[in-house]
């Protein structure tokens, strides 16, 4: 008998939800797959990694190279201001043709905003010399990997777009081969392995990749419009608000972490984090990136969120149990000193879960247009500010620890999960399917 995967997905479909899959569904399991095999296997290779830094660093020096890419981060929540995700938006809606006026168009967007970025920051160094104290000898690092990383994005968020999850794979993977080169060559060759190695095995194999898409999309950039520019910044706006919020908040957990518990303390946190984050992260990886393209031109979103949520009830309990064992296995690997705290990987597990939810629903309020989305947008800075005030707060009261600061992220994690469902259920226009017309307003 000749396997037919869709006569499985229909039998899936049927059993839980009570109806057939439609070709859409079908088509979307078929590119899930793909994603699904790809990514799994680049971030396997690239946790194997993670977890060889955790073991051969320690817990000081991992957290500098932590507390390098966390700052990194929050540079890149400014200076990206939404670029990777519209690119995946104007690629999806224009990728017939012209195109290229948008790769172009966020391309240079992007270079000035890091220019805006960097020179800002300089500034701010020559006014407030203090505030980049704990980080100055490190901004050549975090510099450099601001630029890589936020072009990676920008092509990458082009090639899902496009739809091109199997180049995708292969450009993925020549990064993350890169860097499995490298650090079997620094592991092998020297004896002391440093936060300064690390980075360059990881930044390598990003810049391995970020030549490549150069070199694949050589014959596509032109002179964009100005009305594509204005295009582009008009869309992000609301996005960029909000990612450069969310990215922001973030990374405050690990700021204070470093700050006020130290830099071993940010090497266990981060431990942790590396531990429970690699099932989820990839899960989220594999299903938004073919997810997020997907919806963007979906009749009825609120009926996919309704779909989506009765499924995650019966998955996110079993993908829990599996992560909390999983993590322990991995917390004994990296060594002694990072000890096995039950309550703290208990909280770090119910997080990691719980991504899963908020970024599915965060695509499908993103896909629903900028009003919308921008209610999410305000609710969200109302938490963030709360959520960072509780650390302050914490700190003040002399109640500050790892644990107190894992609590508090899983009850901002829930109460954002909250927002989106009570914004999506309530503003989010439903499509009656006879007439094939919204049932209300799009506030679009």
Same mark, same amino acid.
């Given at each position: 008998m000749i396997f037919d995967s869709k006569i499985i997905v229909n039998k899936v479909h049927t059993k839980v939800?009570? #109806?057939?899959?439609?070709? +859409?569904?079908?088509?979307?399991?078929? *590119?899930?797959?793909? /994603?699904?095999?790809?990514?799994f296997t680049t971030s396997a290779i690239s946790y194997l990694i993670g977890i060889l830094a955790g073991r051969?660093?320690?817990?000081?020096? %991992?957290?500098? #190279? *932590?507390? $390098? $890419? /966390?700052?990194?981060?929050?540079? $890149?929540? $400014? /200076?990206?201001f939404g670029l990777d995700t519209s690119s995946v938006y104007f690629t999806s809606k224009n990728k017939k043709e012209n195109f290229e006026k948008h790769i172009s168009a966020h391309l240079l967007v992007l270079t000035l905003n890091l220019l805006i970025s960097f020179f800002t920051i300089e500034v701010i160094r020559s006014v407030f010399p203090t505030i980049f104290n704990k980080v100055a000898t490190l901004l050549p690092f975090i510099f450099l990997y601001v630029i890589v990383y936020s072009y990676k994005s920008v092509f990458d968020g082009v090639l899902r777009g496009l739809g091109s999850f199997k180049k995708q794979t292969i450009l993925r993977s020549a990064e993350i081969l890169t860097s499995l080169f490298l650090i079997s060559f620094f592991l092998l060759q020297f004896s002391n392995y440093t936060y300064t190695k690390h980075f360059i095995t990881i930044i390598s194999g990003q810049i391995a990749l970020l030549i490549t898409f %150069?070199?694949?999309?050589?014959? +596509?950039?032109?002179?964009?419009?100005?009305?594509t520019i204005k295009s582009v910044y008009m869309y992000t706006s609301t996005i960029a608000i909000g990612g450069i919020f969310g990215n922001i908040i973030s990374q405050i957990d690990k700021l204070f972490v470093a700050r006020f518990l130290g830099i071993d303390a940010l090497g266990i946190y981060s431990g942790y984090l590396t531990a429970t984050s690699f099932i989820t992260l990839n899960l989220i990886a594999a299903f938004i990136n073919v997810f997020l393209p997907s919806v963007i031109n979906h009749e009825n979103k609120k009926a996919l969120f309704h779909k989506i949520n009765k499924l995650a009830s019966i998955f996110l309990p079993i993908t829990f149990i599996f992560i909390f064992i999983a993590s322990t296995i991995i917390l004994k690997f990296l060594g002694h000193e990072y000890s096995l705290d039950i309550l703290l990987l208990t909280f770090f597990c119910l997080i990691a879960t719980l991504q899963v939810l908020l970024t599915i629903n965060y695509s499908i309020l993103l896909s629903a247009g900028n009003n919308i989305f921008s209610k999410y947008v305000r609710a969200s800075i109302i938490t963030g500010i709360i959520y960072t005030l509780s650390f302050i707060i914490l700190v003040y009261t002399n109640k500050y620890s790892l644990t107190s600061t894992t609590l508090n992220l899983l009850a901002y994690i829930i109460v954002q999960i909250i927002i989106q469902i009570l914004i999506i259920t309530n503003h989010l226009p439903s499509f009656d399917v006879k007439s094939k017309h919204l049932v209300g307003k799009t506030n679009d």
């Open positions: 939800l009570g #109806y057939p899959a439609s070709e +859409k569904t079908h088509t979307f399991i078929s *590119n899930l797959s793909s /994603s699904t095999v790809g990514l051969f660093l320690g817990v000081s020096q %991992f957290g500098i #190279y *932590n507390l $390098i $890419i /966390s700052t990194g981060q929050v540079i $890149i929540s $400014i /200076s990206l %150069f070199i694949v999309f050589r014959n +596509k950039f032109v002179v964009p419009p100005f009305n």
